[in-house]
């Protein structure tokens, strides 16, 4: 297990591709990791204190990383856990493993996920568990928690895999989603635009969209791409 | 002072087939050895090399407002990363690339000169723009006159002193370079939501077809004597069957006669070589094609030949873009544009195990082999196509019955019963390659200083890794494909700008403009223009793109 | 001088006459004219309030760059192409954050455009061709005072020879000075633009049962009168602006809005294009588009560009405290930024490049002022239909051109780099 925790308030974001498989390296060669600091290329052990203890492939991020973005990219096993707050692309293409973070998540959390599984105790941003700019799928395995709010565009062009949203969440549910569950426990905005399969399931107050038949199943749609994902209230 | 010593060279216009020879360069030219002190000469070493001159592509789409619309589009395609910023710009792009990657990817590849295929005479500054921040190579634009409204209104009346006034009016003010004719009549009635399908339409709103715009635009075209002829881009492109209306439109140019070169010139033809009535029973007409152009003497064509993966289809042939659109359910672009044109884009995909994509694949190259190596000129009609980088493949496959055996084996098999391609043996020679590659589109487009290696050329020399007296190009493919892929040296305009791949040093090309205003008396349409105008969204006085506002214009005079 | 180009909205009206005398303008609009009047300017290049050379100031100008880890060069949408070229190389070059104005305006319409691609045309199709215009969320009669007389509202042209045969709809929050002169106004609750074009797509396509009663506070009866005139619209155009780009939904009702088009091009013929404000805002994301690939909120920190909006776009640069320096060029972020993103530019050394004083010039550490294009210097601007015009050079002046300042600043970056 490595425990990392910074040594000063960052000037600019950082940017580390950390995940688990660092803890399966010596000390020396975890401090050397080339991380960028704005435009410049530095090691790991320049901004942030690093311990060893024991081999577990496990990586403890000790305060506030929520100016440290893509944490996890990648990751296909091991765990990551943020005793904080973490920054942007957390878990971004994240085939397996599992990340907590115990503070918030910013901006796209999950990014197109494969597997594995992430948690988060307080809220996250934006973008959870979506397609990046331009690709045609998003999420498609895995499993995200969030057990605070969420904001806007949750699991958009999903094929798989779970979100669950213990809080509210903002609008654009599942938009153009095509298999997957996502379940809002709180209330939202607009849910499962364009939606062609998978299911949404909401227990609070939600926005339907005038593209959606009512049946035993659920509202079934979107009429508009001859849709077959359900839509409940739970 | 450049001296490339002891190099193979093959130089089809001065009919030089792999002879041992220097080439002397000196100021950017091409020059006798009386001309050079050798002992004052960089000596560049080519002994065991091939060395040719610089590639002409001369049609791509490489600047303007639908490719920056295209790039828009597809962060996707920016993400890849070619070079990062350092002495050279960051260079990024799959398929569709940034203005600097385009200038190095073409040079990396030894190609010097790439003509963009299609601007919109409205906004030619926009496409000069682009052009200007393409480094290393020479270029120009083509601007487009089939769908222009007062294109038409000149051929109403019947008016040839008219639309020859037009065409060096409209050519001066774009600062292009020629006639580019797209869907003729077509986009028009596709701002009615329509198309034309028959060269003998009448375009909606207009007393002409797309047969008398092709016709009278040839007859304009010759009467001026433009370096480059009328470039035409046929009605019915991506239709099954529509290789009809290719023949016919190519049997358009009968009549017509031009020492220098022909007087029409058919581009992508792929995409016009469809036979069958529906996807179905596609298959191809290339052969049907091939002879026709065979038995005249007045026409060339290029081959819009198709890569397996990635391409974005991008054409002012507005109506087939939203017919692709509705076909792949595609993310689609349209631009109306004025009285002019239009434009449309679709970002498209080619695989191998689907049978439409493995005989659009196999017409291509049937065209190329087909052929006479004197009238069809190697393109992707890129991005459409395919990458621009992927030329050598091509270049490899025309040479290789082997190659062609080896693709054939991964692509879909309705190949085999669709097209000619498994049966053509037929192996061009490097000699007919290289020609089809430099040669002939620099005498398609009438450049005579480009595309060969003679006294007085503009140096733009490609110094290849391979030995051609030593390569068996049928069976050798994979060492040919790589050594075109990247050149050992890449010379522009004297310059060494590339090494093995290396960026050197950073130049910018020139960009060609036609004037052809002292063999017409403009008065005779001006009128017309200014009434016209009103149906312009701005003023006549603020059209048109000025000289100085280019970085490096060069004007060739029609005389 | 005839025929200048006016440098305000992105109308950009060709047809001014400028009266050299009076040093005033003809034609334009009153915000036009506004821009061509004399106006208070930044008199001289200062560093912490003192006057200093161009040559000074662009040196520590340039030094507080090259330093910066992450430096933000945002604006860009109030002047020339030369210039905004020169900025995005520099960008590259300082391995910093290129982002402009469209960041708080019209962004969501290229991110719609990445999801959809867009179905438009210029404006002067607009003018000959469309017989039905509507715009939604927008007002141009107040925004762009003139475009409605020259493009889209009482505009002749070839097929559209007289306002009777032209129906303009304007869709709003609340009735506007456009609505007012329009055929037809349909008010709709704020916040359900996406569930509307959602509904209209629905009645279009035959699925018109699945439709409640009401959506967004219209009834079905006027979605479906909607619906009808846009199916038998000969040539329509959707020309959207703010209303619905910085409206609950964003980029996705501008995606739900081309998806719209895009169905209705199936039976007859539609566009739909951006109301731009400022006069080259579109050149400001085409000139990046061609030179790195995308159009805005690119990063240059790995040697090459990464476009990522919600990371860097401006406001999102500084309300992460992402940037340690910033460079302004034509712009007022101090003014119109959220209050947490104006903070951290208040933190940071800010250099700003403009004609004219504005409330970034009080946090400006270094003030750098600019010839004015259009009067001053000449230089290209797009227009909102990304036509291009040549903006003219009218009268002298001894003020450095923004594009001759950021040259010599890259001069100085590229001898920094080595």
Redesign the interface.
């Known amino acids: 297990m490595i425990i990392i925790k910074p040594k000063i308030d960052f ?3 950082v ?1 580390a591709e950390l995940t688990p498989e660092l803890a399966t390296k010596s000390i020396e060669e975890v401090k050397k990791f080339k991380v ?5 290329i530095v090691e790991l052990g320049e901004l942030f204190e690093i311990r060893k203890e024991g081999d577990d492939k496990k990586l403890v991020l000790e305060g506030d990383f929520s ?1 440290v ?1 893509w944490i996890g990219t990648k990751m296909v096993d091991g765990e990551i856990v943020v005793k904080g707050s973490v ?3 957390c878990g971004a293409f994240m085939k397996g493993g599992r990340i907590l973070v115990e503070g918030n998540a ?3 959390l999950g990014i197109e996920m494969a597997g594995g599984e992430i948690i988060v105790k307080g809220n996250a941003g ?2 959870i568990g979506c397609a ?4 045609a799928v998003g999420m498609t395995g895995g499993r995200i928690v969030i057990e605070g709010n969420a904001g806007n565009y949750i699991g958009e062009k999903m094929n798989g895999g779970e979100i669950i949203i213990k809080g509210n969440a903002g ?2 549910i599942g ?1 153009e989603m095509r298999a997957g569950v996502i379940e809002i426990h709180g209330s939202c ?2 849910v499962g ?2 939606m062609r399969g998978g299911e949404i399931r909401i227990k609070g107050s939600f ?1 339907l ?5 009512k049946t035993e199943k659920g509202w079934v ?4 791409v001859k849709g077959e994902g359900v839509i409940k209230q739970i | 002072m450049l001296w490339i010593k002891n190099g193979i060279v093959v130089d089809p216009k001065n009919k030089i087939n792999l002879e041992k020879m220097d080439i002397f360069v000196k100021n950017g030219k091409i020059v006798p050895e009386s001309e050079i002190k050798k002992g004052d000469c960089r000596v560049i070493d080519a002994s065991g090399k091939l060395v040719v001159a610089g590639g002409v592509d001369m049609h791509a789409h490489i600047a303007g407002g639908k490719i920056n619309t295209g790039r828009t ?5 920016m ?1 890849v990363v070619r070079n990062i910023a350092g002495k050279f710009r960051a260079s990024v792009g799959r398929v569709l690339l940034t203005a600097p990657a385009i200038g190095y990817e073409y040079a990396k590849m030894g190609y010097t000169t790439s003509f963009e295929a299609a601007t919109p005479p409205v906004s030619s500054l926009h496409t000069h723009e682009e052009l200007d921040s393409i480094p290393m190579i020479d270029k120009a634009a083509l601007p487009v006159f089939g769908n222009w409204h007062l294109v038409f209104k000149c051929i109403e009346e019947k008016n040839i002193e008219k639309l020859k006034a037009l065409l060096a009016w409209a050519i001066e003010r774009s600062k292009g370079f020629g006639v580019k004719v797209v869907n003729p009549g077509g986009v028009e009635a596709w701002m009615y939501g329509g198309n034309v399908k028959n060269l003998d339409d009448q375009v909606p709103g207009f007393g002409v077809t797309p047969r008398e715009i092709i016709t009278w635009l040839i007859r304009a075209n010759e009467g001026l004597g433009l370096p480059h002829s009328v470039h035409l881009h046929c009605n019915n492109l991506g239709v099954p069957g529509n290789y009809q209306t290719t023949i016919e439109s190519i049997k358009l140019a009968k009549g017509f006669k031009n020492e220098k070169r022909q007087v029409l010139h058919v581009t992508h033809v792929q995409f016009n070589a469809y036979s069958g009535s529906s996807w179905r029973d596609f298959g191809s007409g290339a052969a049907e094609i091939a002879k026709v152009v065979n038995s005249m003497d007045n026409v060339t064509i290029d081959m819009g030949q198709p890569i397996f993966g990635h391409a974005t289809a991008m054409t002012g042939d507005a109506p087939f873009q939203f017919t692709l659109h509705k076909l792949l359910g595609a993310r689609w672009s349209n631009k109306d544009t004025e009285v002019e044109t239009g434009a449309g884009i679709v970002p498209i995909g080619y695989l191998p195990n689907n049978p439409v994509h493995a005989v659009q694949w196999a017409i291509g190259l049937e065209l190329g082999l087909l052929t006479e190596s004197d009238k069809v000129a190697l393109t992707t009609d890129y991005p459409n196509g395919g990458p621009f980088t992927e030329y050598p493949y091509i270049m490899a496959m025309l040479m290789s019955k082997k190659m062609r055996e080896g693709e054939l084996k991964k692509v879909h098999q309705y190949v085999q019963k669709a097209t000619n391609l498994p049966s053509i043996d037929v192996e061009k020679t490097l000699y007919e390659v290289i020609h089809m590659t430099r040669s002939l589109p620099a005498r398609i487009l009438g450049l005579e200083n480009k595309g060969h290696l003679g006294i007085g050329a503009d140096a733009d020399i490609a110094i290849y890794n391979l030995n051609p007296l030593e390569t068996d190009f049928s069976n050798e493919f994979e060492k040919v494909y790589k050594a075109f892929k990247v050149a050992e040296f890449t010379i522009k305009g004297g310059e060494v700008i590339v090494r093995n791949g290396e960026l050197l040093k950073e130049v910018y090309g020139r960009t060609f403009w036609v004037d052809a205003r002292k063999k017409v008396d403009l008065e005779v349409v001006m009128q017309d223009v200014k009434n016209y105008f009103q149906y312009y969204s701005l003023q006549l006085s603020n059209y048109g793109v000025e000289e100085r506002w280019l970085k490096k214009p060069e004007r060739l005079e029609v005389v | 001088m005839q025929d200048i180009v006016c440098t305000f909205c992105g109308s950009v009206c060709d047809d001014g006459e400028y009266d050299l005398k009076k040093k005033s303008v003809k034609k334009f609009c009153k915000l036009g004219s506004s821009k061509f009047a004399e106006k208070e300017r930044i008199k001289a290049p200062m560093i912490d309030g003192k006057e200093v050379s161009y040559e000074e100031a662009i040196d520590k100008a340039v030094e507080i760059l090259v330093n ?3 430096p933000l060069l945002y604006g860009w949408a109030s002047t020339a192409n030369e210039a905004i070229r020169l900025g995005v190389i520099l960008a590259e070059k ?3 954050v290129y982002d402009q104005c469209a960041s708080v305006c019209h962004a969501p319409g290229t ?1 719609a455009t ?1 999801e959809e691609g867009i179905p438009g045309g210029t404006l002067g199709s607009v003018k000959n061709r469309a017989d039905v215009v509507v715009f939604w969320g927008s007002n141009p009669m107040e925004a762009h005072p003139r475009h409605g007389m020259r493009y889209s509202i009482s505009a002749k042209g070839l097929l559209v020879k007289d306002r009777k045969q032209r129906k303009v709809i304007v869709v709003d929050v609340r009735p506007t000075k456009t609505a007012k002169i329009a055929d037809i106004f349909i008010q709709i609750k704020p916040g359900y633009d ?2 509307i074009f ?2 209209l ?2 009645i279009i ?1 035959g ?1 018109a ?4 009663s009401e ?1 967004g506070g219209v009834a079905k009866e006027k979605l479906i009168e909607l619906a009808d005139i846009m199916k038998n619209a000969k040539y329509g155009a959707i020309l959207y602006g703010l209303g619905v780009t910085q409206s ?2 964003r980029d ?1 009702n501008v995606e ?1 809005a081309i ?1 719209l088009v895009q169905l209705l091009n199936r039976t007859t013929r539609w566009i739909i294009w951006p109301m731009r404000g400022h006069y080259n805002v579109v050149g400001a994301g085409e000139v990046p588009a061609w030179e790195v690939g995308y159009q805005y909120a690119i990063d ?3 040697g090459y560009p990464r ?2 909006p ?2 860097f776009s401006a406001v999102e640069v500084l309300k ?5 320096a910033a460079l302004i060029v034509a712009s007022d972020p101090v003014a119109h930024f959220p209050r947490i993103a104006v903070q951290h530019l208040k933190r940071i050394p800010v250099i700003q490049i403009d004609p004219y004083p504005n409330m970034t010039t009080l946090v400006a550490k270094i003030v750098i002022p600019s010839a004015v294009y259009g009067i001053e210097a000449e230089g290209t601007a797009y227009r909102m239909d990304c036509i291009p015009l040549r903006l003219k050079k009218i009268i002298e002046t001894n003020y450095w051109t923004d594009e001759k300042i950021l040259e010599e600043m890259l001069r100085r970056v590229e001898k920094f780099k080595g």
Request: net charge neutral.
């Open positions: 000037e600019v974001c940017e960028y600091y704005g435009n410049r100016r973005k920054g942007a692309n910013d901006d796209w934006n973008l990046y700019y331009g690709d609008d654009f938009t905005g607009f635009g364009d926005e969209l005038p593209t959606f038949r749609g979107d009429v508009n | 589009m597809r962060p996707e395609e993400r | 910066a880890k992450r300082l391995g910093g991110l990445i996406y569930a959602s509904a797509r629905a396509s699925n049962d699945a439709v409640p959506v609950r939904g996705r739900n998806k240059f920190s790995r476009f990522s919600a990371e992460r405290r992402d940037c340690d």
